[in-house]
Structure formats: C-alpha cells, structure tokens
C-alpha cells in the first residue's frame, strides 16, 4: 500500500468508528424516550374530575397523590405473604397533596392523613378516605377541593399490586428505619437502622400504623420519606444505565398506576421530580397541621385538623408562596416518653 494512503485509510476508520458511536447515541437515547412514552401509553385511566364550580386555577401545579388498597394485581401467595389481607373494596392508605412552584419555592409534599374528619359533599362530616370508598378519584378529589381551596391540576394513584413490583424492579430501595418494627398486621418484623428494603418489607413499612407512637400521622411521614427514597434510586445510575432495569421499573410503575382522564405525561413527571426532591431535601414534606389524633365523632376516632394553621398551610400554596421552610405545625413530633 502507498504511504500517501495510511492516513485517508485512518481517516476513514475515524469516521466509521464517529459514526458508529453517533448511531448508539441516537439509539439510547431513543430508547431511553420510548420506554416512559411506552409505559405511559399503557397506564389505566380514572375519572377525577368533580362537576360543578371548582376553585380557580391559580399559579402552581396542585397534584392529588393517592395511594390505593386494592389488592388488585396481587396473587394469592402474595397477600399471604405481604400480609394484605382479601378486603373487598377500594379504600385510600395514603392522601397527599403535591404542589410545585411556579415561583420559585420549594416542591412541597402535604400528607391528608386518611383519618382526617372533613365533610364530603352530599355526605356529611366522615374521614376523608370514606370520599374514596364512597365516590372514588372524583368525590375525593371534589372533598380535597372543598375542604382546601385549592384546584387539583392532576391525579395519580397507586395500588397495593403495583407498589411490590415497582420497588424490585430497581432492586430495592435504601433507606433507614427509625425504630424496631414489628406490625405482623403489615408483615414486618424490621431493626432499626439504615437497610435496602425489598417490595414485601417497602410494602408493610408504608403500611404499618399500629405500632407507631403518632399513628396515622406517623405512618404518613414514613410514606413521603420512602416515596422520596424509591424515587432517588430510580434515578441512580443502576437503574438508568442497565437497560433491562430501566424498562422494569417503568413498565412496574405503568402497570401499578391509575391516573385522571385530564393528568398528562409532564404533570407525571413533575409529581416524579417533586418526590426526588423532597428525598434530596431540596423539597418540603409536609403535614397538614393537626390538634387531635383521636377526636369523637360519629365515624369513630378521628384526626382533627389545626383549622387555622392548615388555612394558612392551602392559602399559601393556593398563592404559590414560594416556601422554603416547614410552616408552623406541618412537621409532627413524637409524644413526650415514647
């Protein structure tokens, strides 16, 4: 071969090794689109939307996270195992309002503890997951409305049979357990410590509210904390880069989740992004201000809400303050001696 012709011949390998490159470039980052678009395309659609008049839409994002106890999707080995029982019914475990600025605040994650007594259109005073029971997506999302002021943008809800998978799927999820807990209600015996939970254990730990000193209050707090925790490791390099796991997780996700007929792709991923922010303490996570944990009532002991606090709590989102800290009685503490 001429030497004038080594360097075109390098040249050429150059450009063939450049192009090569270029085109799995393209390709994973195609792929890494289709795989959310996919999912998102195959998750269930609910109606939430209330009729009649409805608070005004002001600036911010309000989202209403729901969290499910359908045993839907689980098999029979499974309720044995994770400890679910076979209740017929839908009911609400977990209530959250997630908000994300406009204005430069914090995303905020706001618990509405289930037990909370608030009245439901058209049914008196009951705790607010009797709405679910009673109405579904659209007569809790019309009470939440009501009872806070402020318009719900979107709808997302998970169920107990999504919520095991979605957690293996990025090979558990790290986070540290404040106390020994045993509920075998839950169908957890966990120590104390930081630890990787697998589904089953995720499962019960976000469940299990008998064995805690604030009760549904302290099980509320345990859910932001690993709803913040699951959304870090799903955004590790782990799940992103293996491409297997990365699918997993959002075809688990997808099939675990129900979403309102007017809640779109990017109001998903700004629930996604709120709850990976709180998780890196760059977001608020909240509680609705509460002066009674087992106030009488006519549904049995319930959660009364601090009315003047929580008011201030909703106007303040409703306005898109931009909070950068916990607002007064958002951040409960243990009793005294427990």
Request: hydrophobic share 40%.
């Amino acid at each position: 071969m001429p030497p004038s012709s080594e360097p075109g011949h390098r040249l050429r390998k150059g450009r063939i090794a450049l192009l090569i490159v270029g085109v799995l470039l393209v390709s994973w980052i195609a792929f890494m689109i289709w795989v959310p678009v996919s999912a998102w395309n195959s998750v269930a659609r609910v109606d939430n939307i209330p009729a009649g008049e409805r608070p005004a839409d002001t600036s911010g994002y309000n989202y209403l996270l729901v969290g499910s106890d359908s045993r839907e999707g689980l098999t029979k080995e499974q309720r044995k195992e994770y400890a679910t029982g076979n209740a017929a019914g839908n009911r609400t475990d977990t209530i959250m309002l997630v908000h994300v600025s406009e204005s430069g605040g914090k995303p905020v994650m706001v618990s509405l503890p289930r037990d909370s007594y608030v009245p439901i259109p058209g049914r008196n005073s009951n705790k607010i997951n009797a709405a679910y029971s009673i109405g579904g997506p659209k007569l809790l999302t019309e009470t939440v409305e009501n009872v806070t002021g402020i318009h719900i943008d979107g709808y997302v809800e998970i169920g107990l049979g999504g919520f095991a998978s979605v957690v293996d799927s990025v090979g558990g999820v790290y986070l540290c357990v404040p106390r020994d807990m045993k509920d075998p209600k839950a169908g957890i015996d966990l120590k104390k410590g930081c630890q990787t939970l697998d589904g089953g254990d995720a499962l019960g730990y976000v469940r299990s509210r008998y064995e805690d000193p604030l009760g549904d209050i302290g099980r509320a707090a345990r859910q932001r904390q690993f709803l913040g925790a699951l959304m870090k490791q799903a955004a590790t390099p782990s799940t992103v880069l293996i491409p297997w796991r990365y699918k997993a997780f959002a075809d688990a996700s997808a099939g675990g989740l129900a979403v309102g007929t007017e809640t779109g792709f990017f109001d998903a991923v700004r629930v996604l992004q709120a709850m990976r922010a709180v998780s890196n303490d760059e977001g608020l996570s909240l509680s609705v201000p509460t002066s009674d944990l087992s106030y009488p009532t006519n549904a049995g002991l319930a959660v009364k809400w601090d009315t003047e606090r929580a008011k201030a709590l909703f106007a303040a989102l409703k306005d898109d303050e931009p909070l950068t800290e916990p607002p007064a009685g958002t951040v409960p503490t243990e009793p005294a001696g427990s």
